[in-house]
């Protein structure tokens, strides 16, 4: 079972969630959507590979959209 990778840069107040291995051959983000804002506060982007798959989540203020245990456990990038 594949682990998932997340992301964390605080000074952007934003995490991404990758749902594949960002490292494997094929999993450049091939489009983005942007969910509803009026639901998420136009805070939480989708991307997919060319085939239509989601490969990750962006999260932006972050630290009011995800728990903290999640983003103290997350690869830091600010760092």
Do not use: H, W
């Not at 000074?11 to 639901?39: E, H, I």
Request: negative net charge; contains cysteine.
């Amino acid at each position: 079972m594949a682990e998932v990778k997340v992301t964390y840069d605080q000074q952007a107040n934003a995490a991404y969630v990758y749902l594949v291995d960002p490292t494997q051959a094929g999993t450049k983000s091939a489009r983005m959507y942007a969910c509803d804002p009026v639901d998420v506060d136009g805070m939480v982007n989708l991307d997919f590979d060319a085939e239509g798959r989601v490969i990750g989540i962006e999260i932006l203020d972050a630290r009011s959209k995800l728990p903290q245990y999640l983003l103290d456990a997350a690869e830091r990038l600010d760092v």
